[in-house]
């Protein structure tokens, strides 16, 4: 509790058609889920068959104004506008 890091990332040779993305961040919780596939564990199976572990997960996203035909208007901006900025996904 009470730690903060700070970070930076760099993109280079982005494709000039990419309007927004997303960049997933693990590690900054211990949260997990089970997730179990409907009709995959059938009796006598190993433990575990037909699950999958999902790790709590923050979901940043991005997107740049500009396009192909405006390559100056290459800034990559924090947060989509009219939708969320973040949010906390299990994958």
Known sequence: M???RWGIVTWEDVDLRIKRFSVYVQGLTNAY?????PGEYKAGDRIGTGRRLLRKTLKLNF???G???F???AEIRYG???ELD???VYR
Do not use: M
């Open 86 to 88: 973040y949010e906390w």
């Open 33 to 37: 889920i089970w997730r179990d596939t």
């Open 67 to 69: 396009d192909e035909y």
């Open 80 to 82: 989509v506008p009219g």
């Open 2 to 4: 009470g730690e903060t």
């Open 71 to 73: 390559p100056h208007e």
């Open 63 to 65: 997107w740049r104004p």
